[in-house]
């Protein structure tokens, strides 16, 4: 399949009446945990119900707040606002009080969505109160919608109605002012450097992205998939690989509300007989040591994104059979924006960029290969929405978006990542990665998980402390490893700390922010 991007002029919700089209409304396109089972026929006449009353007393064109984990019912409240013309703020639910009521006022979320019955099992009731609370406009506060009382008031009319709406639905869609221009969903930053940005995404960057992936792929997708998504919706790679593009292109997706359940998933391979997974390493790595023999014999490869796939994680894949295949992205890319194929993979990179991408590399001071990766393309997004001026949508300059990562282009056009331009140490006047120092850390003790906190050195200027779950771990050994294996002396930190758990992210990611914290209230101790 060959992507061009003038074919990716359409909603999200157009997409999805195309797949139908092309691959017949009787076959199954979702299913949930709770064992939710939805043909293409019941996912957009259920979209269509719903939508009628869950965007009652909201405008076209108004962003929607939704707080739902992955299940049959988030994927029909998403393509029930996008075929309504409204636009779905999909709220992190592990973010915490303070950057989710953040993320609503940045948003200007008149309306948030959500489920008694999540709330209740996620104990997120301080969140809800927090909400109610709190004043979008002059007199007007958050107005919490859930979808067990929306569904109590669906009768037969409703359902009638949605019927026949769903025999002219492409005219509807358009009539509520669906558009491919328009936002097709707004996402949020962790709010690791002050309050969580809005990232807006269009419907054409979602529906381009989804396109992207396929075409790349160059046949390694097909129908007759079955795909795995256990990463959160208001994470990008959940939502538009692990849902959209699947949906889109034929595949079966089955959903599982959190990825954290490392025994349970690999169940679910077995039992559904999945074949595609999209994860990140640390959930790629649970999952490989706590499956049973055979439970993830079904899996063709595995899709990781988000953060370095370790040596260890891949050997461990190998050895039930399937390849990883890492990829790179940003959510303000929808999110994909390079990975590896199969017959195709490169160990240490991330592949090559998307069909229709424009890469660019700013010069780095200390860095004498490579640069600072600026992108451009059908999927970067419309722009960012900041706390400080609610609702008011900021255009990438010239539509190009600064990733803020170093990287390195080989002459065949595989990316290797160096590490976030921010997550660079200065030491003695070299630059030192702290992304290399973790796998120099990985490469010595395999099995845990590490990650590199920078402080400021009177002498050196920088000092690396290593936050490690390795109980045994001392610098005497990691001194030894980096010298018997060639790496500089100056990548060993300082000081190591060992802690129970290392912090992490509701995306899988490393909880940078918590780590330092961490390494900053032991710092007298060391």
Same mark, same amino acid.
């Given at each position: 399949? $060959?992507?061009?991007?003038? &074919? +990716? ?71 029930? /606002?996008?075929?309504?013309?409204? @636009? ?5 639910? &592990? ?10 006022? $940045? ?18 009731? =301080? ?15 958050? *107005?919490? @919608? ?10 037969? /009319? ?5 019927? /026949? ?26 709010? &690791? !450097? ?53 949906? @889109? ?7 599982? =509300? ?6 349970? #998933? ?66 303000? +890319?929808?999110?994909?924006?390079? +990975? ?6 490169? =160990?240490? $990179? ?7 991408? !424009? ?18 393309? =059908? ?35 595989? #990316?290797?990542?160096?590490? *976030? ?16 120092? %973790? ?40 001194? %030894? ?7 500089? !002396? ?29 390494? *900053? ?6």
């Amino acid at each position: 399949m $060959t992507f061009d991007s003038r &074919t +990716c002029q359409t909603t999200v919700f157009e997409a999805l009446l195309e797949a139908r089209s092309r691959h017949g409304g009787s076959k199954l396109a979702v299913e949930d945990a709770d064992r939710q089972r939805l043909t293409y026929d019941r996912l957009i006449l259920g979209s269509l119900v719903l939508g009628s009353k869950l965007t009652a007393g909201t405008g076209r064109g108004e962003t929607v707040g939704v707080l739902l984990p992955n299940v049959a019912g988030m994927a029909v409240t998403f393509f029930a /606002l996008n075929a309504f013309g409204r @636009v779905p703020a999909i709220l992190n639910f &592990t973010a915490g009080q303070r950057n989710v009521v953040s993320a609503a006022k $940045t948003a200007l979320l008149h309306t948030v969505v959500t489920a008694r019955r999540f709330i209740e099992a996620a104990k997120l009731e =301080p969140i809800i109160a927090a909400l109610e609370k709190t004043e979008i406009a002059p007199g007007k506060r958050v *107005r919490i @919608v859930y979808l067990e009382d929306i569904r109590a008031g669906i009768g037969a /009319l409703d359902k009638a109605l949605g019927f /026949l709406r769903s025999k002219y639905a492409k005219s509807f869609h358009r009539s509520q002012g669906g558009r491919a221009d328009t936002p097709g969903v707004v996402l949020f930053t962790s709010g &690791t !450097e002050g309050h969580p940005k809005g990232v807006v995404l269009t419907n054409a960057n979602l529906v381009a992205n989804a396109r992207q992936m396929f075409a790349h792929a160059g046949g390694a997708f097909t129908p007759a998939d079955i795909v795995i998504n256990p990463l959160p919706m208001f994470h990008s790679f959940g939502l538009t690989a692990g849902t959209i593009m699947p949906i @889109v292109s034929g595949m079966q997706v089955v959903l599982y =509300p959190t990825p954290l359940h490392y025994r349970q #998933i690999p169940k679910l391979v077995r039992d559904k007989k999945a074949t595609v997974l999209f994860a990140t390493d640390t959930f790629l790595l649970g999952y490989a040591r706590a499956a049973d023999p055979g439970d993830l014999a079904t899996m063709r490869f595995v899709v990781a994104g988000a953060e370095r796939v370790k040596d260890h994680t891949r050997k461990l894949w190998q050895q039930i059979g399937t390849e990883i295949l890492e990829g790179y992205g940003a959510t303000e +890319c929808a999110p994909v924006i390079a +990975c590896n194929l199969p017959g195709s993979n490169r =160990p240490g $990179t991330v592949g090559r960029v998307l069909p229709e991408m !424009e890469v660019a590399l700013e010069p780095v001071e200390g860095i004498e290969t490579g640069g600072r990766l600026k992108v451009r393309g =059908p999927n970067v997004m419309a722009g960012y929405v900041f706390a400080e001026h609610p609702g008011v949508v900021r255009a990438p300059p010239e539509g190009w978006h600064d990733t803020g990562d170093i990287v390195d282009i080989d002459d065949d056009g595989f #990316i290797a990542i160096k590490g *976030r331009a921010k997550r660079f140490a200065k030491i003695g006047g070299e630059m030192v990665s702290l992304a290399a120092v %973790e796998t120099l850390a990985s490469n010595t003790w395999p099995d845990g998980q590490h990650v590199v906190v920078n402080l400021p050195d009177e002498r050196k200027g920088e000092q690396l402390i290593l936050l490690t779950d390795v109980a045994s771990a001392e610098k005497d050994v990691l001194l %030894e490893h980096a010298r018997r294996h060639g790496f500089p !002396e100056l990548w060993v930190p300082r000081h190591i700390l060992v802690v129970a758990t290392i912090p992490v992210l509701g995306s899988g990611k490393i909880d940078l922010p918590a780590a330092a914290a961490l390494v *900053r209230q032991a710092r007298p101790l060391l």
